[in-house]
């Protein structure tokens, strides 16, 4: 007789915990297998020490072959489940599909960049869900500042010198304290950077900063982003990001080439495409996080929407504290589902929470005690070392090594703006040349196709992997193009003129394609042509064809309706 198969769907925080549990408890009974795109678990939280260049980004990520080797990893993303044949199918990472029959599923998909119906942010603005993201924003607030000290004009420095993060949040606060500290870094002790001022600004539409939490870490928090420089307006959102900069909801225009969005997140768009009841984008289960009317299948994470019984008539948040705890919990209930011990309903207690503000500074709160500064960022660093699944020793070496040595600021070059667009429902991969859609397996977000075998992706998805983009030596975008980089209209983009690597021209205002794709009009020089500029006219050599529709895989242009209580 076969040994039953469990199939987990992601390997976040709650697909991990799932899997890790699943491991001891079923180990040798049933074989456990785990879907992901990538070969890692991402510890999230500290994400924006990476985009600040305190940790590498190796340090974040744990391997998951190497630390579940009971487990079965298989490398590819879920396009549809067929929940009748109980069967789940997916596109692996050089865009082969595959099946995957299940006895137990576990949905554990997580969540993406959510979006709001704000003109210009879906082509302007950069997320902060993955590793990707976070290098392509620490080249780039490294490319700002150099750029920056390179010209003698005080406006063009004082736009690029200026960086805007929306949410204020955990992340978005995070975000802004360590990069207030990353750019006073690189700009302190320079003398030919004298008199150049690194301006973060945090935005938000609620009334303080880290609204979810206590008013008194909210204080702290927003105490140490003052004193630091940090620009915090509360109240106030973005009304409209265009390549120049962003209109805030007050009327003022913000000359800008950074707009990162961290303004929260939605579930993965795969929970969606099962057709089961939802709550707000998320699958509804019951307190032993299984779905209601289909016994195999469990959901737990973001992609869950899980009773609170603690607070009766509401939903658990989305945080990484409750996916961890639901994953043990969904672990231990899929054994039992087998025989193997007793089902649990999941229950939590609130043991406190911290946030990270750079240096030796945090917020935090531990079993409902209030502590700032060193305390805090003791307990702080101390949690995280113990939730980490990994890599503690290296994690610890590297905060050392930043607290005795000067950070790196260089630019590796290796993530370009147009791989990590905001809209995207794979924010764990980045989008490569010659395939528009992302990785084989990227989904477009919030599109279905229950009953079809074709896999859910963005256009240009289902060109044979390996294949270069039309019509471009090598097979990269705009490669050996004099001038380097065609224009690209994000503010946070890549600067575009005398700038190598060839990255392809995007987004151009009113809806017209790149420049020199069929139909498209040719990018209009803008601010002087000045060196980096990113919308600069840039032409193909005369023995060079003109590009194809390949060239720029840009962002999908889609926008969110935001649901009640979105901010």
């Known amino acids: 007789m076969s040994r039953p198969r469990i199939v987990i769907v992601g390997a976040g925080f709650a697909?991990?915990?799932t899997a890790q549990t699943l491991s001891r408890l079923a180990r040798g009974r049933a074989e456990i297998v785990l879907l992901n795109p990538t070969d890692y678990f991402l510890y999230l939280p500290l994400l924006p020490q990476v985009a600040a260049g305190v940790l590498e980004p190796r340090r974040v990520t744990v391997s998951l072959s190497g630390t579940l080797p009971h487990v079965r990893l298989v490398l590819g993303e879920a396009d549809r489940i067929d929940l009748d044949g109980r069967q789940v199918h997916y596109t692996g990472p050089e865009g082969e599909g595959g099946t995957l029959s299940y006895d137990r599923l576990v949905l554990a998909a997580g969540s993406v960049n959510k979006l709001l119906p704000i003109p210009g942010v879906a082509e302007h603005a950069h997320g902060f869900r993955g590793l990707p993201e976070a290098l392509y924003l620490r080249d780039h607030v490294t490319r700002q500042v150099e750029l920056a000290a390179a010209t003698d004009d005080p406006g063009r420095?004082?736009?690029r010198c200026t960086f805007v993060v929306v949410g204020a949040g955990y992340t978005g606060t995070e975000v802004a304290a360590h990069g207030q500290l990353f750019t006073d870094s690189q700009v302190s002790g320079h003398p030919l950077r004298n008199g150049m001022r690194p301006r973060w600004m945090l935005l938000d539409i609620a009334d303080r900063v880290l609204p979810e939490l206590d008013e008194r870490l909210s204080a702290t928090a927003d105490k140490v982003l003052r004193e630091r420089g940090v620009d915090v307006r509360m109240g106030t959102s973005v009304k409209e990001a265009t390549p120049e900069g962003v209109l805030l909801t007050d009327g003022e225009f913000v000359e800008t080439n950074t707009l990162v969005w961290c303004v929260g997140v939605r579930p993965d768009p795969l929970a969606e495409s099962l057709g089961l009841p939802m709550e707000r984008g998320r699958?509804?289960?019951d307190p032993h996080l299984r779905v209601p009317g289909r016994p195999e299948v469990f959901a737990c994470g973001d992609a869950a929407a899980v009773p609170d019984l603690e607070k009766p008539g509401q939903y658990t948040p989305m945080t990484a504290q409750h996916a961890w705890r639901q994953g043990k919990v969904c672990g231990h209930n899929v054994a039992a589902s087998f025989g193997e011990g007793e089902r649990r309903a999941y229950r939590h207690k609130d043991m406190g929470f911290v946030v990270d503000l750079g240096g030796v500074k945090a917020a935090a709160n531990p079993l409902g005690?209030?502590?700032?500064g060193v305390a805090a960022g003791a307990v702080t660093r101390g949690y995280h070392l113990a939730a980490m699944p990994g890599n503690r020793v290296r994690v610890a070496a590297d905060w050392l090594l930043d607290a005795v040595l000067p950070r790196q600021a260089v630019q590796l070059g290796l993530v370009r703006s147009w791989s990590v667009p905001l809209d995207?429902?794979?924010p764990e991969l980045a989008r490569v040349p010659g395939r528009p859609g992302?990785?084989?397996g990227s989904r477009q977000p919030g599109s279905k196709q229950?009953?079809?075998?074709?896999?859910?992706?963005?256009?240009?998805k289902n060109q044979p992997a390996g294949e270069p983009a039309k019509n471009q030596p090598g097979g990269e975008p705009a490669k050996n193009r004099p001038g380097g980089e065609p224009a690209k209209n994000q503010p946070g983009g890549e600067p575009a003129k005398n700038r190598p690597g060839g990255e392809p021209a995007k987004n151009q205002p009113g809806?017209?394609?790149a420049k020199n794709q069929p139909g498209g009009e040719p990018a209009k020089k803008q601010r002087g042509g000045e060196s980096g500029e990113r919308r600069d006219s840039v032409s193909p050599p005369p023995d060079q064809p003109p590009p194809g529709p390949d060239v720029a895989p840009g962002p999908v242009k889609r926008i969110d309706h935001p649901a009640e209580g979105d901010s």
């Open 15 to 17: 697909g991990y915990r």
């Open 450 to 460: 229950p009953g079809s075998e074709q896999p859910r992706s963005e256009a240009g």
């Open 157 to 159: 420095c004082a736009a």
């Open 283 to 285: 699958l509804l289960v």
């Open 511 to 513: 809806g017209e394609p």
């Open 369 to 372: 005690v209030n502590l700032s």
């Open 424 to 426: 995207t429902a794979s």
């Open 438 to 440: 992302g990785g084989p």
